[in-house]
């Protein structure tokens, strides 16, 4: 998965949080985002995302494991939702919250991921017991997930990311509010995305989760600057 | 700790740079992934298939079972209720034709063949309404003016004797005719002049002098009101039609043709020795009391389109208020035709299942009671909730094209 933003400015009324950005993000890898609330980290996550437009440049993804590229259109491209072109894609979308299938198991949760890959019902269940096992909540799986913490979902959410392996994690502050085994348990997860081929943009204000990133970049003034 | 390696991407053939690549895999006992070797962790279809998307709409309705069951009785009410109104409303414009025919609006004309006459008396023993008129009826009515209510005019009207019985139906039924009182009075005369059945009634005819050419009469109180709210304030005295009449009318419903052709054939085979003609007759009715418009435009076909109305309001409502459910299945990857499986097969229990055992029961219950009009009208309302579920689906697939993968992320 390679992510390519060529001068791409995003203004909100007078405010310009990002201004002309130009980089590029290849996978696997895991690249930190940082940089302090409102510099434009999850801006630049959901411009990736198609959840906000460019008012110029272009964002392109492109992808080797599906041979299937997209390019999202910068602002002055009148008409079309554009951004419905990366539902097409590999991808999955990690919050704070992330969402989940709360009236039903942890295990549903996860084994859905793989399913809805096409993968057969022994296999998917094989993958999301390993999954649910890998990070700490294989004992957790048959407990309806409005039950559990939140440390709990979130850990459930990034095994059913890592079952379902997607090509691209857009990861906006997955780690806030969690103490920090549950910390540790999800940049584990994270880990193991990038070893099976994802890449992994990672918005964060916790230095312990940026120091497990290969690279990290900060987000200053709409520019992007490596971190040392 | 470098975490183990469990499955590889299975790896597809590229539609544009035609790269190979290994499509499938297996799973070792360990839970390992192996790329390219085929077997029991190969893809069964595409991207979120269709099987995966029902499965998914029964796990869900099974993970919330209060909301499912509250939805399937609404569904079960539609049913019912799509039943059982068309029934209701047969009844009443039932009703209202058989007021129709108590009223003589509806009639079969008697006359006979070859220009022949009927005898007035058979006529009006009868005892129809529009056959009494006929054959005389009212004769004759004057002014009296009763002793006991000076003031206070009563009419006395000399009538066919079956003109008193059509005019006070219970008459019959309690005999009074049939003793030979001859003479009856209405309600407000009997109640103004404190009579009593077989009371006597002193009166002098209008304009004559009180004292003058007083007469006395005995008369049988009538039952109740009569017909013509007139007649209450009346004294009708019966006198045997005498003499021919050219065609007589009996009231019955339409449907009755054979059978009142077959008794009035008897009734008359004295008269009509050539035999008897019978024809519908009516009184014209305006257009909006005809049967035919009461039903096209019965309640009823309302409430069908009420109940399937509020069933899809409701099931439009829970499917958006569950966007966000939507939205994870979106966002992994479900489209068009899975996401119209889902939404099928979710309206198939919860709506089309229960609105179908809802019209079974409603149609077990009330089966004894529907006549065929009613059977009929009700096929038509049921299937036109059929149809009406059927566009459920396709409302919520409509209300679902403003749902997307956002709306998961943004925890809506």
Redesign the interface.
């Known amino acids: 998965m390679r992510v390519k933003l060529d001068g791409c400015t995003v203004a909100f009324g007078s405010r310009t949080v990002l201004d002309g950005l130009s980089a590029i993000f290849a996978g696997p890898s895991m690249i930190a985002l940082l940089g302090p609330s409102g510099s434009g980290k999850t801006t630049l996550l959901g411009l990736i995302a198609g ?1 906000v437009r460019p008012s110029a440049g272009t964002v392109r993804l492109t992808s080797d ?4 590229a997209g390019q999202l259109p910068s602002g002055d491209q009148s008409q079309g939702p554009a951004r ?1 072109k990366i ?1 097409d894609w590999d991808w ?2 990690l ?1 704070q ?1 992330s ?3 709360n ?2 198991s942890a295990f ?1 949760n996860v084994v ?2 793989p ?6 019902p ?2 998917a269940q ?2 999301a ?3 649910m096992d ?1 990070l700490g909540i294989g004992q957790l799986a048959h407990q ?1 997930v409005y039950k559990l913490s939140g440390g709990e979902k979130q850990r459930v959410a990034v095994a059913r990311s890592l079952a ?2 997607p ?1 691209l994690i857009l990861a906006d502050e997955p780690t806030a509010s969690l103490d920090a085994s549950s910390r540790d348990l999800v940049c ?1 997860g994270l ?2 995305a990038v ?3 994802a890449l992994v943009l990672l918005a964060t204000h916790d230095p312990y989760v940026a120091s497990q990133a290969d690279l990290a970049y900060e987000l200053a003034d709409g520019k992007l600057t490596r971190a040392s | 700790m470098r975490p183990r390696v469990l499955w590889e991407r299975p790896r597809r053939r590229s539609a544009k740079n035609g790269r190979a690549a290994s499509r499938d895999g297996a799973v070792n006992p360990a839970g390992r992934h192996r790329p390219g070797r085929g077997g029991s962790l190969g893809r069964d279809s595409g991207r979120f298939p269709a099987r995966l998307a029902i499965s998914e709409a029964l796990a869900n309705l099974a993970a919330s079972p209060v909301r499912t069951v509250c939805v399937a009785l609404i569904a079960v009410a539609a049913g019912a209720i799509t039943t059982l109104a068309p029934g209701f409303d047969v009844g009443m414009i039932g009703d209202a034709q058989r007021a129709q025919v108590a009223g003589g609006v509806n009639a079969f004309r008697v006359v006979v063949r070859d220009g022949g006459r009927i005898d007035a008396a058979r006529c009006d023993a009868l005892r129809s309404l529009r056959g009494v008129l006929a054959a005389g009826g009212a004769l004759h009515t004057g002014q009296i003016a009763a002793t006991v209510a000076p003031g206070r005019p009563v009419a006395l009207v000399k009538a066919t004797p079956g003109f008193a019985a059509v005019m006070w139906p219970g008459l019959v039924a309690s005999g009074t005719v049939g003793r030979g009182a001859g003479v009856v009075a209405g309600r407000r005369v009997t109640e103004m002049a404190g009579l009593e059945q077989g009371g006597v009634l002193e009166y002098t005819l209008g304009g004559t002098q009180a004292g003058a050419g007083l007469s006395r009469i005995e008369v049988a109180a009538a039952p109740g009101a009569a017909r013509v709210y007139e007649y209450d304030s009346a004294v009708v005295v019966a006198a045997g039609p005498t003499g021919w009449v050219t065609e007589c009318l009996v009231e019955a419903e339409p449907g009755a043709r054979d059978a009142v052709e077959l008794v009035l054939t008897r009734w008359f085979s004295q008269d009509a020795g050539a035999g008897i003609r019978v024809y519908p007759w009516s009184v014209p009715v305006s257009g909006e009391q005809s049967p035919d418009y009461l039903l096209h435009q019965r309640a009823s076909r309302w409430v069908v389109l009420g109940a399937v109305g509020l069933v899809a309001a409701v099931q439009g409502f829970l499917w958006l208020a569950r966007r966000g459910e939507t939205g994870i299945y979106r966002l992994l990857g479900l489209r068009g035709g899975s996401l119209a499986a889902m939404v099928v097969a979710d309206q198939m229990l919860v709506s089309v299942a229960p609105f179908s055992a809802g019209v079974l029961g409603a149609g077990i219950a009330r089966a004894g009671d529907l006549n065929g009009m009613a059977l009929t009208m009700t096929a038509i309302d049921v299937a036109r909730g059929y149809c009406l579920l059927a566009l459920v689906p396709l409302l919520i697939l409509l209300l679902l094209k403003t749902v997307s993968p956002l709306d998961a992320i943004r925890g809506r």
């Open positions: 959840l494991s599906s041979s299937r419905n539902w999955d979308w919050v919250s969402p989940l299938l009236r039903r549903d859905l991921g399913r809805s890959r096409g993968l057969r022994d296999a094989s993958i017991t390993a999954m890998e309806k379902t392996r090509a584990h880990r193991r070893i099976d081929g």
